[in-house]
């Protein structure tokens, strides 16, 4: 089945203390992003990766890392979490074949940072 | 300004009507246009999309991009308590995604 699987579903951490949240794809795509998602601003995109060793800022990078050593996974880091970035926390795939127009999401990653 | 304004809603309507949602695009440069449905906690899906211009349709559903007045459409028809979700409209180039901040509906039985 093909998925997008992001771990872990829920997390609450507290300020300062680093947090990596995984993000595996099994349909072989080049591209990958990490979206985050607020009430009434939607999805804004942080990272995204064209392909491995490939990254570049989306709309809202401050304050996140994002590595692509593997096709297959796209972590993201967030060395010193803040308040600020409790959010719902969405990874995507999709292949540059189709422009990217196709966009599979994992199921979430809900953050609080405390 | 916002790339992509989409009113948030909530929209209600009964079962059976014809549900209208719509965006506004300020990215010329941007030639796909997507409509996503997210239900509750769960990732978008996408239900369709459409290159510049013109309507696409999907069984109920239909696509409609007006590149002069940079405006996007998703008409719903015949609406089910199935399609309750909040719809996602975005506008890409390639790499960089710019999504509307949603609609939420709610189609009554």
């Known amino acids: 089945e093909a998925q997008v699987t992001q771990n872990p579903r829920y997390l609450i951490t507290v300020t300062g203390k680093k947090l990596t949240v995984t993000c595996s794809q099994n349909?072989?795509?080049?591209?990958m992003s990490w979206y985050r998602q607020d009430p009434g601003l939607g999805l804004r995109q942080i990272y995204y990766?064209?392909?491995?060793?490939?990254?570049d800022k989306g709309d809202v990078p401050e304050g996140y890392k994002v590595s692509r050593k593997e096709k297959r996974n796209f972590p993201l880091i967030l060395e010193s979490p803040s308040p600020n970035q409790t959010s719902l926390y969405f990874c995507?795939?999709?292949?540059?074949?189709?422009?990217?127009?196709?966009?599979?999401f994992g199921q979430g990653t809900r953050l609080t940072v405390v | 300004q916002k790339e992509v304004e989409q009113d948030p809603g909530p929209l209600s309507v009964p079962e059976g009507a014809i549900v209208s949602l719509n965006c506004t695009y300020s990215?010329?440069?941007?030639?796909?246009f997507m409509w996503y449905r997210q239900y509750s906690r769960k990732g978008p899906e996408l239900l369709m999309y459409?290159?510049?211009?013109g309507n696409k349709e999907d069984g109920r559903f239909t696509a409609q991009v007006d590149k002069s007045s940079k405006y996007i459409s998703l008409f719903i028809r015949d609406s089910q308590p199935s399609d309750s979700a909040t719809y996602l409209c975005?506008?890409?180039?390639?790499?960089?995604?710019?999504f509307g901040a949603g609609t939420r509906l709610f189609v009554k039985a």
């Open positions: 459409t290159y510049s211009s």
């Open positions: 349909m072989n795509h080049e591209y």
């Open positions: 975005a506008n890409t180039g390639g790499f960089k995604t710019i």
């Open positions: 990215n010329s440069a941007f030639q796909y």
């Open positions: 995507a795939s999709s292949s540059p074949r189709t422009m990217n127009t196709e966009a599979f």
């Open positions: 990766s064209m392909n491995v060793e490939v990254t």
